[in-house]
């Protein structure tokens, strides 16, 4: 029998096939090298096209973004795309077919489903529509509860558990009128028969059914449930696999929530699973029901874990703007001393080599060495209570101080479940500043004792109280539900120096409208009350407790603003070095004594793939009194020695800049989009924050801020006048005069600092994990 050409098996195909689908000619001409270039579909509906191909076997090249850069950077090499796509007529006419059984299963039983085949005779390459035609959707008319024998299913209960049977039947997500798919019945089988097995029924089988009526368009279902018996804890056995452990039994068992006799809940069994797991000690953790065991009032348990490496030593290095090139080192011991205590010894040090400075002097390069040594004992009384002991040594170069400090700190942590959890921890910190860039800004007066040659040091103690409630649908990956993060600190009492107490909130909700789109929300606020003649209005304890005040703006705040920079900032330039005649600055948040920060991002997918999604988000936020010691800077003694007259009208042009500053403050809103893509190790995000209402120097460069007050403090000239020509001619004068320059060492261009830049709104941000 001679063999069928594909041209010809095609066309027979194109003859057979219901009228949606459309010969295009010439396909006479496909032959066993066509390939495929696209796949599309039309018609889709409520489905996901995602879902669609995975039922599908004919494919396309390169569907997703990053397959395309591949492809395109590999054509330009000279190499193309080296994968084969290869058209079957047969196998397309089988696709049509999955198609339309997908979709009978997701509730449209009379769906039709055809093809558009056009052919490309230059590449021999066809181009691939499904079209779809729905139909009206299987609706849900009931959904009733049945024993053996059709007998009630609280005759299988005893009476403590009716009103929560009732409350089960009518909290269930399968609702009259509602779409009826496999899927919706999978879940409704999982959901009831997970009921039972967290009461007591290891045994318990749901199997659900639907009826159609005559019309194939409406469906009662209905689930048999089989309850059994309602069983009890009996042995309860470890298994190692792959080797003995370095711990004995007792210390993995004890993390268990149950015990030999405690009536069987297999939520227990998931969260013994993940208690044993994060012990860290673990590659593999498993707490199961032992196979083959009757069907009695009494279950097995079996505990396998795969234990991995005791020790283990991490480390990166790269590179940040601000702080240069940055290192990680950690070593890590996973049962130190036995008990599988962790203990962690690890540095971080920020370099400052190849980091942002002020114009070209190496000294003001940001620079941060941390150490810190760690020992967590996970099983305190109680497998929910764990402690942790550590302590810390930092010495920080920034751009405001130059400080060492000592930090030791103990801890007890409550663990509920992941997102139920509080603690408790009491700390000592003890904080030397070696030398202030403020006093560089004219700010601290010799009575201060900040300089190279003196040091002034405080001692903190303090307790906080954090907590985190968290409802969610799921806690790796939530997309529905609320988490909630409130902290309460206080310090002060005869081992502190300083006394503060210190609030904060922050409530995140998530709302699903379906299995792609979604809303979150976020809001945060806080509040620093010093008392007890702490004053956080004055330079030394403002330097001192600088730490504890709150910022605003960054990747995980208001995104229109980088990192700590909402609010009144600090021009990073030093007055004491004004021979030099350069002129170079930047910003740094200032802080405040409280916050309020709200978000909302609406969270949607992009077509080009499951990994890749897309938001758009609104941020606002306010930092709420500044530190007033700043106020400083904005004084005739940054500019004049004691004695030295100073010119009429500097006073007052000063002020004026200050009031300028003070207005950095109120509620900002900025608003933007990104992109999430879903790596092996996380979400790698890109985001474009833009500002809406911007403040003066939000709108300018940093040099801003030192052109204002050198024009004020040298030529006594106010932001009014220098909005005028007349007063920008003046000020150009002055500063010509005395020979400043920019950090290029060319002649300081003083109204090209003080113009507003449309680019100044922008802020981009880059991140990696779910930062929202």
């Known amino acids: 029998m001679p063999a069928v050409r594909p041209a010809l098996l095609l066309l027979a195909l194109a003859a057979l096939a219901p009228a949606t689908v459309r010969a295009q000619a010439p396909l006479s001409l496909v032959n066993d090298r066509t390939t495929v270039s696209s796949i599309s579909f039309d018609g889709l509906g409520p489905l996901l096209e995602d879902n669609v191909r995975e039922v599908i076997a004919t494919t396309e090249p390169q569907v997703s973004v990053i397959g395309k850069i591949t492809g395109f950077a590999a054509s330009l090499l000279g190499r193309g795309d080296e994968n084969v796509y290869p058209f079957s007529p047969v196998e397309l006419a089988k696709d049509a077919v ?36 729905r139909g009206p959707p299987l609706v849900l008319d009931e959904v ?37 798919d496999q899927s919706s019945l999978a879940d409704l089988q999982r959901q009831t028969t997970s009921w039972f097995a967290n009461r007591g029924y290891a045994f318990a089988y749901a199997g659900a059914e639907r009826f159609a009526d005559s ?37 993995v068992l004890r993390e268990l929530p149950f015990q030999p006799g405690d009536l069987y809940d297999a939520s227990e069994l998931i969260e013994g699973q993940r208690q044993i797991f994060g012990l860290g000690l673990f590659q593999l953790a498993l707490v199961n029901l032992a196979e083959g065991q009757p069907r009695d009032s009494t279950v097995d348990v079996v505990v396998q874990v795969r234990q991995g490496d005791v020790r283990s030593v991490t480390g990166y290095a790269g590179y940040a ?12 011991h996973r049962n130190f001393f036995g008990g599988a205590r962790t203990l962690t010894p690890a540095l971080v040090w920020r370099t400052g080599l190849g980091g942002e400075t002020v114009g070209a002097n190496p000294a003001t390069a940001i620079s941060d ?9 996970p099983y305190v009384f109680d497998r929910r209570l764990s402690a942790t002991v550590s302590g810390l040594y930092r010495r920080r170069n920034d751009r405001i101080e130059r400080s060492n400090q000592v930090e030791a700190s103990t801890a007890l942590l409550f663990t509920r479940n992941t997102l139920q959890t509080a603690s408790l921890t009491a700390t000592v910190n003890s904080r030397t500043l070696l030398n202030s860039r403020v006093n560089g800004l004219g700010l601290l007066s010799e009575d201060v004792l900040v300089s190279d040659s003196t040091s002034l040091m405080s001692r903190v103690a303090s307790l906080e109280l954090g907590g985190t409630y968290g409802v969610v649908d799921d806690p790796l990956a939530p997309r529905r539900g609320f988490v909630l993060r409130p902290s309460a600190a206080v310090a002060g009492g005869p081992v502190g120096g300083l006394s503060f107490g210190r609030g904060r909130l922050t409530a995140t909700a998530l709302y699903p409208f379906n299995d792609r789109v ?10 620093l009350a010093p008392y007890s003649g702490t004053d956080i209005g004055g330079i030394r304890d403002y330097l001192l407790l600088r730490d504890r005040l709150f910022y605003a703006g960054g990747t995980n705040d208001v995104r229109g603003w980088g990192e700590g920079l909402l609010g009144p900032k600090v021009f990073d330039f030093d007055l004491a070095r004004i021979d030099s005649a350069e002129i170079a600055a930047t910003y740094t948040g200032v802080g405040g004594r409280g916050k309020a920060s709200a978000s909302v991002q609406l969270n949607l997918p992009l077509p080009v793939g499951p990994q890749w999604g897309a938001n758009v988000f609104v941020d606002a936020g306010r930092v709420f009194a500044p530190a007033g010691a700043l ?62 209402n911007p403040s003066y120097f939000d709108r300018r460069p940093a040099e801003s801020g030192p052109a204002l007050l050198l024009a004020a403090g040298l030529a006594g000239l106010s932001p009014d006048d220098l909005d005028t020509d007349a007063g920008l001619a003046e000020a150009q004068r002055v500063f010509d005069q005395n020979g400043f320059t920019n950090a290029s060492d060319e002649p300081f261009d003083v109204e090209e600092a003080l113009s507003p830049s449309f680019f100044s709104r922008l802020q981009f941000h880059l991140s990696l994990g779910q930062t929202f």
């Open 518 to 527: 979604g809303l979150v929300a976020r809001a945060t606020g806080g509040v």
């Open 215 to 251: 019309t194939g368009l409406r469906a009662d279902v209905r689930v048999k449930v089989d309850a059994g018996p309602r069983a009890r804890i009996g042995d309860v056995r470890l298994e190692p696999i792959g080797g003995p452990l370095s711990v004995s039994d007792r210390v």
């Open 631 to 692: 106020d400083g800077l904005f004084t005739p003694a940054a500019f004049y020695d004691p004695g030295e007259p100073v010119p009429s009208g500097v006073p007052g042009a000063l002020d004026d800049v200050l009031a300028l500053y003070r207005d950095e403050g109120g509620v900002r809103v900025g608003a933007g989009a990104g992109l999430q893509y879903l790596t092996p190790v996380g979400f790698v995000s890109v985001a474009l924050g833009v500002k809406l």
């Open 369 to 377: 060495f941390q150490a810190t040594l760690t020992l967590q004992q």
């Open 144 to 180: 009733t509860f049945a024993g053996p024998g059709q007998t009630p299913v609280t005759a299988q209960l005893p009476p403590s558990l009716h009103d929560d049977w009732e409350d089960y039947t009518q909290s269930i997500r399968l609702r009259s009128g509602t779409r009826l």
């Open 321 to 332: 703007t601000e702080g240069g090139v940055t290192g990680r080192g950690q070593f890590t």
């Open 98 to 133: 999955r198609v339309r059984r997908y979709y009978a299963e997701s509730g449209f039983p009379r769906a039709s489903v055809g093809y558009d085949v056009q052919l490309d005779t230059s590449d021999n390459a066809v181009d691939v529509t499904f079209l779809i035609e």
